[in-house]
Structures are given as structure tokens and as C-alpha cells.
């Protein structure tokens, strides 16, 4: 009997063994791709739960911890909702019509109907493309919040996420990713969301300032952050997720996502550095939150060249993003006349037109870069595409953000809380609970 087993249980692997053989060379996917990149759509997911959450949280006062945790979460789950409707198949489809195509796909793939663990996207299971991009789409909505902290409503957050998303955030998602205008008529250099993700999420993220107005007592009252222990662990957790953000955008692990994971960990490092040493001449000493802020700061700056130039034009990009995102924390912030609360402009805004701009810089292949995209022949040339997406990204996200503010506000009567609520803070006001039971 137990032969008789033995030889059963023999036959039916080997039988299932065949079967799977079949089945992998009927198939493009490949298993090593396919690991690789789940493995870093989940290092992306890390960066929205909890990395975000905690370095923002950090930053603000205790009294409006929970809300920003609170706000990181759910917008999240609702990106991934409608990432799931109607983002994938608009951002990655292709539309018949060549005008439309440049800004938008189709809905073939709307409510992901028809995508089967069998669908196939290159050596990706068309499922891991779709929850990797999902990922990036999450976290560049959660960005937005950091300047929009401690006063504005929880009701017109979401409206504007979710109107943002769908008329700013997949638009040049597909201009950029998906074979849209932005690729095709200016052929610019953008790896992993310089002009999509941060440049994107940080013109919304400034234009409501600007509709909030300044928090109660800004100037006046201490706003200093309430804990840069999480801030720090928030800003680690950021550190690590990126590199699937950075690498993963390659889709296969090959000596590209290596330069990428390589200028992912120099670049955040020589801005850490430069950051630092220009906040210690210039005010006094070096801090913590300077650190981190730099460290980010450099992060930003690599994401759309981190895969074009080589390490020692990763370390100069990282230092030169570390010092000017310093200036305009502190400087430009001040000209602007705005409370951004949370540096979303100075450092996602700012870092990422510095990279996305450097990207046409030190591309070139004298500078140690990989070369020009197709249709430029020149640093000049790829500079010039480089703008261009700048331009694009800013005037398209600022129109937007104007409408999407313009009409939160109509609709939930206003889109800040009332001022003894936010003097109270919006832990309990808005969510009916506290961060800490000692308050």
C-alpha cells in the first residue's frame, strides 16, 4: 500500500510538474519579474501605510496626530477604490482617437472586468502591474495632505483627492506612463513620478494653502512638530519604500533597476549632507528635522533621473536639492506668503522640478548618464523636453487644484473648520478621538 501511494502521489506531481511546465512556456510572464515587482508594489504600499502617516504626523501638533493618520489611511483605501473603477484602465489604456489618446486611454478595463490571473501586461501578470501603479497613485494623493494639515475638513479632503485624482492625477499619469502628449510630442525623461507623482501632488498641495488661508496663530503661537521621533521613523519607512518605487519602475531586476536602487540610496544621502551643513551655517545648528527634510528632499530629486544618470550625477543632483529645497522651506515659503504647513511645495514641489530638470543635465553620456531620450540629440535638446513636462505638469495640476478647491468649498459651505474647532484640534473635533489619552 504504501508503494502503491508513494508511487500515486509520484505520478500526480510529476503529472503536475509537466502541466506547469506547459503552462510557463505557453506563457510571457515571468516568475522572476512578476515576484519582483509585487515585492516592490508592497515597499510602495509601506510608503502610505504608515511611512507618510507618521512623518507627517510627527510634524504637527498632538492635537491633530490621529486626523492626519486618520486622513493617510482613508485616502489610501478611496484611491485604490477608484484606482480600481476607472484609474488603471484611463491612465495605462489606449484610445482610438490619437488627440484623445494624448491625454487619456479607454474604459476596456473598467472595474478591472475581463483582467483574469491569466492577463498578461509584458513579463507581468497584468494584476501586479495594476496593484504596483495602484500604489503610486495612493501615495501621491497622500502627499498632498501635509499642507493642508490641522485645518481643513475631513468631507472637502476627499472631494478634492478624489477630483484631483481623476482629472489631474491619471491625465498625466497617461501623458507621461501611458504613450500620451507629454511622451510622445516632447519625449521627456521621467522614471518613477517626478512630473506625475511629487511636482503633481505639490502644486494641488500649494494651491489649497493658498484657499485655506494661514492656520490660527501662524507666526505667533508655537507650531513646532510634536514628535521628530516618528517623523524619523516615517521618514526611514519613506526611505525604504522608495527604493521599490524607484527600482520596481524598471519592472524586471536588471542592471537599470540596479543604477536606480543605487542613485536611491546616494542621492537621498548628499542631500541629507548638504541640507545639514547649510542649516548649520546658516542658522546655527544642525537639527533632526533638517536631516530628515533633506534626506526627502533628495528622494524627490532622484525619482524621475534615477535610471538615466549615473551615481556621481545622482550624489550632485541630491546636494543641489538639499541645499535649494532648504531655501525655499525657509525663504521662498516666506515670499509665497503662505502656510503650507508641512513643506509639501519646498520639497516635493521644488526637489522635483530640480530632478526632473537635472534629469536632461547629467543624461548626458559625458556626464556619466545613459544618454538622450529618442528625438533628442542634445543636452540642450533634452533640457528643453524637460521643461516642457515642467510647464505641462504645473499649469495642468494648478488649473485642476484651482477647480477642485473652487468647488469643495460651494459644496461643503467652506472647506476649513470652524476656528474653535481647530483651536480644539481635529482629533476630537472632526474624528471624536485622541492620539493620546493624556491630553
Not at 522572476?32 to 510627527?58: Q, R, T
Not at 482617437?97 to 501578470?125: A, H, Q, Y
Request: glycine share 12%; hydrophobic share 55%.
Amino acid at each position: 500500500m504504501k508503494n502503491i501511494l508513494r508511487t500515486g502521489l509520484f505520478s500526480t506531481s510529476v503529472l503536475g510538474s509537466a502541466c506547469a511546465f506547459a503552462d510557463d512556456a505557453a506563457s510571457s510572464v515571468s516568475t522572476a519579474d512578476n515576484g519582483f515587482v509585487m515585492i516592490c508594489a508592497a515597499l510602495v504600499i509601506l510608503m502610505s501605510l504608515p511611512g507618510i502617516g507618521l512623518f507627517y504626523g510627527g510634524l504637527v501638533r498632538a492635537k491633530n496626530m490621529l486626523s492626519v493618520l486618520v486622513q493617510s489611511l482613508v485616502i489610501f483605501a478611496l484611491i485604490f477604490v477608484l484606482w480600481t473603477i476607472y484609474g488603471y484602465t484611463l491612465s495605462f489604456g489606449t484610445n482610438g482617437s490619437d488627440f484623445i489618446n494624448g491625454f487619456m486611454g479607454n474604459f476596456d478595463k473598467f472595474m478591472m472586468f475581463g483582467v483574469t490571473p491569466d492577463t498578461e501586461n509584458g513579463t507581468l501578470s497584468d494584476l501586479t502591474f495594476f496593484a504596483f501603479q495602484g500604489a503610486f497613485a495612493a501615495i501621491s494623493s497622500c502627499l498632498i495632505i501635509g499642507a493642508l494639515a490641522e485645518r481643513i475638513k475631513f468631507s472637502a479632503l476627499i472631494f478634492v483627492i478624489a477630483f484631483w485624482f481623476t482629472f489631474s492625477y491619471i491625465p498625466l499619469c497617461h501623458m507621461v506612463w501611458g504613450g500620451g502628449y507629454i511622451d510622445s510630442a516632447w519625449h521627456a525623461y521621467d522614471f518613477a513620478g517626478g512630473t506625475v507623482v511629487h511636482i503633481n501632488a505639490a502644486v494641488c498641495a500649494l494651491v489649497g494653502a493658498f484657499f485655506l488661508g494661514k492656520r490660527i496663530g501662524f507666526g505667533r503661537e508655537n507650531m513646532t512638530p510634536h514628535s521628530l521621533v516618528m517623523t524619523m521613523i516615517g521618514a526611514s519607512l519613506l526611505w525604504i519604500g522608495w527604493f521599490g518605487f524607484n527600482a520596481g519602475s524598471e519592472l524586471v531586476a536588471d542592471g537599470t533597476s540596479a543604477l536606480a536602487f543605487a542613485n536611491t540610496v546616494v542621492a537621498p544621502s548628499a542631500a541629507t549632507l548638504a541640507w545639514l551643513v547649510a542649516e548649520w551655517v546658516y542658522l546655527g545648528k544642525p537639527s533632526l528635522l533638517g536631516a530628515c527634510s533633506g534626506a526627502i528632499a533628495g528622494l524627490v530629486a532622484i525619482t524621475p533621473a534615477c535610471a538615466f544618470v549615473g551615481v556621481g550625477g545622482a550624489m550632485l543632483i541630491g546636494a543641489v536639492a538639499g541645499v535649494v529645497c532648504l531655501w525655499s522651506v525657509h525663504v521662498l515659503k516666506r515670499m509665497l506668503k503662505v502656510d503650507d504647513a508641512l513643506d509639501v511645495f519646498g520639497v516635493h514641489g521644488v526637489g522635483g522640478i530640480i530632478g526632473a530638470l537635472l534629469s536632461g543635465v547629467f543624461c548626458a553620456p559625458a556626464l556619466g548618464g545613459v544618454g538622450y531620450k529618442e528625438g533628442w540629440e542634445s543636452i540642450m535638446g533634452q533640457f528643453t523636453g524637460q521643461f516642457a513636462s515642467v510647464v505641462i505638469s504645473v499649469v495642468w495640476c494648478g488649473v485642476v487644484s484651482v477647480l477642485a478647491f473652487y468647488i469643495a468649498g460651494k459644496l461643503f459651505s467652506g472647506i476649513r473648520v470652524p476656528m474653535d474647532e481647530e483651536r480644539e484640534g481635529l482629533d476630537l473635533t472632526s474624528h471624536g478621538e485622541r492620539a493620546y489619552n493624556l491630553l
